[in-house]
């Protein structure tokens, strides 16, 4: 049987349009929500639990549902589930456009979570496998990364444009038309593919690792309105643990695991699910707590809130590429420092804001956490699929871009718990309480950054990758005799 032919130029970089499409899209809802938060709470008279759970529903489905989404792409084709994944997210934004109230709205967007777990892991191994040269999968892969950090700076405009101009629902609604074409593009244009081998599934690991994060996140929540000491939240609480201690005990007895433990083996991998935990745990935190103050305290516009908030994504698209090359020369020492100082410093000028801070003072800090994200999302990535064997770099990055969501779900629980239902002038005074362990977790980014990128944690990560290897090749079954006459 002859070997398929290569698609050409024009339709891979159809392919590879159709797959940028589709994170913006999930990218996008991220931080364009957010703008939409203050008009939310007037419209649907959303308590502040509920504003968290407005986020928190999406990003909790995206981290708890990101490696098993790749398997299954993998196993039964990359562009069905591809597809399956749009026609979720579009779903899930019709549904939230139309919610009449906030726990509609919750549901909805778990729906939309649901379908942006089968996109973004899924479009890349379709980028990989459309583009075969190195060097144009490399270019396609630098695209497609990049579209991450546009969406995440015109993910605030547009949000705000649109509330000011349609309402909060026209940033849900917005989302249809692109899934619509992206999916009729995928059928037209999208080549079928599948994984030589594909990964089992793991169902106790997947239900255990819910358990963990739905406990803990539906803990810190709630726990403002039910306190520390009711039993719910010390049931949530316990059920969190248990399920840390059942992924322990289970997880190493599996031949292939959803949470790979020997890969913590790595400090440097360990090290990354850190930082993306604690990264994005305080720029989760930023967004919540910043869309609120420009809106609810200095009396800005949605749109005007957006605008504000343009010069960190700037910053991201500007600097993501110079710290990408960065890291491929020189490792992810530096970046990681400058990340977690910038952030440090973000924290504790974000300490001085106020009802009357000058506007050009109040951008300046906003540009720390600019430089801040821009810096630490490139050794993240690259630190934890670094020198690890093929079989393992797509469950390794998976199990990063997990962490990215953990932490921004833990973000925006942690800080709307801190911050409560303060408003005006209090509201500033509350929000300290979220940007001290902001620079907490800056200051610990930086202190990993030295740690993890030493000789000592170095040669952990050689000798993790030396085991999976060892693994892959007793699997491997050895090849029959070449028969000779």
Do not use: K
């Amino acid at each position: 049987m002859n070997p398929p032919t290569p698609p050409s130029p024009r339709r891979r970089a159809l392919v590879l349009a159709i797959c940028c499409a589709s994170v913006v899209v999930v990218v996008m809802d991220i931080s364009i929500v957010n703008v939409a938060l203050p008009a939310i709470r007037r419209d649907l008279h959303a308590s502040v639990s509920g504003l968290q759970w407005t986020v928190d529903a999406y990003t909790l489905v995206l981290a708890g549902f990101l490696v098993p989404a790749g398997a299954s792409a993998d196993r039964f084709g990359r562009r069905r589930v591809f597809q399956i994944g749009l026609a979720a997210f579009g779903l899930g934004s019709l549904l939230c456009a139309l919610a009449p109230g906030t726990g509609w709205l919750v549901a909805a967007r778990a729906v939309q979570g649901a379908g942006g777990t089968m996109l973004n892991p899924v479009a890349m191994a379709i980028v990989a496998t459309t583009f075969e040269d190195p060097a144009e999968r490399a270019r396609a892969i630098g695209v497609f990364g990049s579209m991450a950090g546009l969406a995440l700076a015109l993910g605030p405009v547009l949000g705000g444009a649109l509330v000011d101009g349609l309402g909060w629902s026209a940033v849900f609604w917005v989302n249809v038309p692109v899934t619509v074409a992206a999916f009729a593009c995928a059928a037209l244009f999208v080549p079928e593919s599948r994984a030589v081998r594909a990964r089992r599934f793991d169902p106790v690991g997947q239900a255990l690792t819910v358990l963990v994060l739905g406990g803990t996140v539906c803990a810190i929540i709630e726990s403002r309105t039910l306190g520390w000491t009711s039993p719910v939240i010390l049931g949530l609480l316990a059920a969190a643990a248990l399920g840390v201690l059942g992924l322990l005990a289970t997880e190493p007895r599996r031949a292939d695991p959803l949470l790979e433990l020997r890969l913590f083996r790595s400090v440097p991998f360990s090290a990354a699910i850190v930082t993306a935990l604690w990264a994005l745990c305080g720029f989760g935190a930023f967004l919540f707590v910043t869309t609120q103050y420009l809106q609810d305290v200095r009396g800005l516009s949605a749109l005007e809130a957006g605008l504000c908030l343009l010069p960190v994504g700037a910053l991201i698209i500007l600097l993501s590429p110079l710290v990408g090359r960065a890291v491929g020369t020189r490792g992810p020492r530096l970046p990681l420092v400058v990340a977690g100082t910038a952030l440090a410093l973000g924290g504790l000028a974000s300490l001085r804001l106020g009802p009357s801070t000058p506007l050009p003072a109040v951008l300046a800090t906003y540009l720390l956490f600019g430089v801040f994200l821009a810096a630490v999302n490139p050794p993240i990535t690259n630190t934890a699929v670094s020198g690890m064997p093929r079989s393992m770099a797509g469950v390794a990055a998976s199990l990063a871009s997990a962490g990215r969501q953990t932490g921004t779900a833990l973000g925006v629980a942690i800080s709307g718990t801190v911050v409560g239902a303060a408003r005006g002038p209090s509201f500033t005074a509350a929000a300290h309480g979220v940007w001290w362990p902001v620079a907490a977790l800056g200051a610990g980014i930086a202190a990993l950054g030295l740690l993890s990128t030493g000789r000592r944690a170095m040669a952990t990560a050689r000798r993790a990758a030396e085991s999976f290897e060892a693994l892959d090749t007793a699997a491997t079954p050895p090849r029959p005799p070449a028969h000779t006459p």
